[in-house]
C-alpha cells in the first residue's frame, strides 16, 4: 500500500475516532473502544466535545490514545518510514513502550479480550410502527411532532431502536421517545459533529437504530462526519425539524436551507421530505429499515393531513397529488414545498385554466422518473 493509501485509511480511522464512545453502552457489552488521535488532530473542535461528552456520563469503556510526537502531519520521524512497518525495529519500539508504562496492573500490548462473548447477535430487519398512523384528513399537524409520534412507536416494535438529539428535543419532539424509552434516548446538547459521531459508532456494528435529530439547519455543522460516515457505510437517520423559510419567527440562523443539498450529496443517502403527518410517520419506518444515511427533513407549522392514514409510500417514488391543472406558479411554490400545499392543491383544482397546464408533484421523495414524465405531461412533449 502506498503512502496516499495509507493516509487516506489513517483519516477514516481518526475520524472515526471517538464515533462508538456509546455504542458499547448501548449494546450493554464488555468490550472497550480504543480511538487512536494523533496530536496535530487533538485540537480540533470535534474531539473536545467527545471527550466532554465522555466525561460527562463517565464512560469507563474509552480508551484515546494520543499519539504525541509533536509532528502532526508535517514529517515523518523517520525518513521513508511514515505509515510503514517498522520490521526488526518493532521489538525495540515495543519494549522502550513497555518501559515507559505506568499501570501496576498486568496489562500488555495486546488486548485483553472479554471473559465471555456478551454481545449476542440482534435483529433489526423489518422494524415497523406499532400502530398506524391515526389522523383525520384535513386535520393540522406538524411533521415534526409527527416524527417524534413515529419515532416513540418504532422503538416500542423493536428495542434496539435508539434515539439521540443536540438539545432540541423538545422542538424536534424526539422527547417522546424519551418519555416513551427514557433508557434508549442519549442527550448529546449542542455539539453536533458529536452528536452524529455518536449514531454513527452506535450503528457501526449492526446492533442497533441510531436516529439522531436536531434542526435541519445544524446538521451542516457535521458535514464532515457524514461525509466520512457514508464512505464508512454507517448505518443512521437523521432528522433535521423547522426546515425552509416557514420556520418564519425563529430567524434566519435556524432557517435549514442548504441542507438538501447537503444530504443529496452524500453517496447512498436517502432523502425524505414529507408534506403530512402521515407520509413523516411512514418515511421513519421507512427509513429505520433502510441500511444507509437517511434524512428525514420536517417543518415546524402545522400543516393539513392530506392523505389516508392507509396511504402506501415506498423509496425512490414521488406521487401526483392532483390532477393537470392551470396556475403553474401555485404548482412550483407546492413543488418547493411552502408552508400549506392544500392551499396549492385547491389552487390548481378549482381556479379556471390560465396559461399553460402544471401538475402537483409531491415530492416525497426525489424521484427522477416521475419528475421527468411530470414535465413531459406538462410540456406535451
Known sequence: MDASSYQELRDIANRLRILSIRATNASNSGYRTYCIIGDGESAEGSIWEALSFAGHYKLDNLVAIFDINRLGQRIEDSDNWHGKPLGDKAPAAIEALEKQMVSKGPWKLSPQRPEKEDAPPVDISNIRLSEPPNYKIGEKVATRLAYGVAL??????NSRVIAMDGDTKNSTFSDKFKKAHPDRFIECFIAEQNLVGVAIGCGCRGRTVPFASTFAAFF?????????????????KCAGSHAGISIGEDGPSQMALEDLAMFRS????VVFYPSDAVSCERACELAANYKGIVFIRTSRPNTAVIYPNDEKFEIGRSKYFSALGGIGDAVRTAVAMERDIVVKHLAVRNVPRSGPSAALLNLFEIDAEHIVKAVHEVLKV
Do not use: V, Y
Open 152 to 157: 416513540a412507536k418504532l422503538g416500542a416494535n
Open 220 to 236: 451542516t455543522r457535521a458535514f464532515d462526519q457524514l461525509r466520512m460516515g457514508a464512505i464508512s457505510q454507517a448505518n443512521i
Open 266 to 269: 452524500i453517496p447512498n443517502s
